[in-house]
Each structure stands twice: as C-alpha cells, then as structure tokens.
C-alpha cells in the first residue's frame, strides 16, 4: 500500500513528534487511571462500544467548525490500520482474562522491538545503533516499572501479548508508510471504528454465550451489556473525549517522523500512569520502579539528542 506522501519525501521532525507523545501519555496517563471506575459496573465490550460512539459523536460535532476531513484518500490503507490496531487491542484486553496485568503490559511494549525489525527488515530503513540501544533501555524500563511478574509464566498463552504488540507495531508503522496522505482525524475515526464494532460484536457474544462474571472489576473482560450508572457513562466520555486529543496527537507524531524514533518515546507512558496513579489514588511506585522510569527516560533523551545532532 502507498499513500500520497511517501515517507521519504517528508523530512522528520523527531522534536516535534517527541513533544506530541509527551502530551499524548499526559492525558492518556490521566484518563486510564479512571478506566477502574468504569470496570467496577460495565464491561469491557461495552465500554469499547460506547466509547467509539460517543468519539464519533464529537468527530461529527466539531467536523464543520473545524474544518475535520474524516472520508479517507485511500480507503483500503485506512481500514487496514483500523483492524490491525482493533486487532492488537482485542488480542491486548482479551489477554487480561486469563494473565497478569503486568505480563500483558510488558508484551505490549515489545512493540518498540517490533517497530525496529518491521522498519529495517521490511520497509528497509537504516536504524542505526543509538535507536537499538534506546529500545532495549526503554524496554528494560518497562519491565522494572511493571515488577517481577512482568515476565513471570512463560507459556503459549504468555506469547499472545507479544503477538499484540507486534500487530500494535504494524499499525503505527501504516501510520506513515500507507497513510501519510491522510488527516489524524481520519485515522482517529477509523480506529474508532474498529474499536467499536469489537465492542458490539464482543456484547454480542457474551450475549450468546455468557461466561462466569466476578463482582466488581475483575469481571471487566467477561462482562457483557448491563445496566449501568451516571459513572459509567461520565467516564466513559472523559474517555472518549481524552482519547481524541491524546490519540490524535500519537497519530500526528507517527506521521511527522520515523516510526522507530516515535515508538520509544512511547515509553513515557508508563511514567506518566504512573505519576497520575500517585496523584488521584495516592500510590506510591517501589525504587526499583523509579529507576526503571528513570531508563525510560533515558531512551528518550538518547532519540531526542541524537535527532538533535542529526539535524
């Protein structure tokens, strides 16, 4: 698949793309911390679905004013990066049934490891051993902030968070490879999409087949449609709300530069949960913890400096 704007003919602009992701993990950060609040009455599925309508709510509401292009140049490059990415996060949440939390973190952000491989193998582009290093700092990073446990239970089913975030990897690497020529609102309307039809046909199933739910959130993945509060529905449009602005700026930055630079930056995400972790429910991070934000920042600074003397 092409898009308009081929990457090679658009310079990076790793600063830039650096200063998105950092926003983007500010309020994704922020939003996934009330995620919990959500989970206690509804359900995962329903949570998706509800979510994707109200984006495309807000989509549809600010697209006169603002001037959104929402139809995409090229319809089949958009809709493949939607299903990838749907397809990484159902893989992603699905495994939070039956694996820890932290293990099912830490496969995701393989995704960095992915990125590289796909980038040079794939699409042939030079990455150069200073972003080697970065990944490999970023993602040791990760594993000490998610804990021992991160990569506890090695298994077949283990594996399955790995394969996410090479889906997940795939997705951004479209972002610039096949639809350089789209708008960020375009893909955000698609992602949603996804997402959405997902979540219905998630409700749909657990309709059909309803499974054992657990009181509270830990029934968040088996449950299906319910009756639900105010709550539910008031954070469910925090999120969807958050999720436009904090999702389109990630997709802004895959489009501004090199998707092997952009995805260690991703990293940041974990502190950022961190920190709002600790500041809306007062828990505190372990040493070992902190000094694995502290490698995660390190890989930042490593793209950011070497962008910089690049330039």
């Known amino acids: 698949m092409s898009s308009a704007n081929s990457p090679a003919q658009v310079p990076d602009r790793t600063l830039a793309a ?7 993990a500010t309020i994704i950060g922020y939003t996934d911390n009330y995620v919990r609040v959500v989970a206690a009455e509804g359900g995962l599925w329903q949570f998706h679905a509800t979510r994707s309508v109200m984006a495309w709510g807000i989509l549809l509401a600010l697209m006169v004013p603002l001037g959104l292009r929402l139809r995409p140049r090229n319809l089949r490059a958009v809709v493949a990066r939607s299903a990838i990415h749907g397809a ?12 820890p939390v932290a ?15 796909i980038s040079r193998f794939v699409y042939g582009h030079g990455i150069g051993p200073v972003r080697v290093l970065a990944v490999a700092v970023g993602f040791v990073g990760v594993v000490l902030v998610l804990g021992p446990e991160a990569m506890a239970g090695a298994s077949l089913a283990a594996a399955l968070p790995v394969l996410a975030g090479a889906l997940y ?33 998630g409700m749909a199933l657990l309709h059909l087949f309803p499974l054992p739910v657990p ?4 029934g968040f993945v088996q449950r299906g449609a319910v009756a639900v509060s105010g709550s539910f ?5 925090v999120q969807a709300a958050g999720s436009l602005l904090g999702v389109g700026m990630m997709i802004k930055a895959y489009q501004l530069a090199d998707a092997s630079r952009v995805s260690v930056f991703e990293y940041i995400i974990l502190p950022a949960s961190a920190f ?19 490698l995660i920042t390190a890989a930042g600074v490593m793209i950011a400096l070497r962008s910089r003397s690049a330039r």
Do not use: K
């Not at 990484?88 to 694996?99: P, S």
């Not at 293990?103 to 491989?117: C, E, K, Y």
């Not at 709002?276 to 502290?294: D, H, K, N, R």
């Open 18 to 24: 650096a200063g998105l992701v950092v926003v983007y």
């Open 88 to 99: 990484a996060m159902l893989i992603y949440f699905g495994a939070l049934a039956f694996l």
């Open 103 to 117: 293990q099912v973190a830490a496969g995701l952000f393989t995704a960095p490891i992915f990125v590289l491989l």
């Open 169 to 201: 990897a795939l997705g951004n690497i479209a972002t610039r490879e096949w639809c350089g020529g789209e708008t960020a609102e375009t893909l955000l309307g698609g992602f949603f999409l996804a997402l959405g039809i997902l979540g219905a046909v």
């Open 215 to 218: 009181d509270g959130a830990d």
């Open 233 to 237: 529905y008031f954070w469910t449009f």
């Open 276 to 294: 709002w972790s600790w500041v809306i429910w007062g828990e505190v991070l372990t040493p070992l913890a902190v000094f694995g934000m502290v």
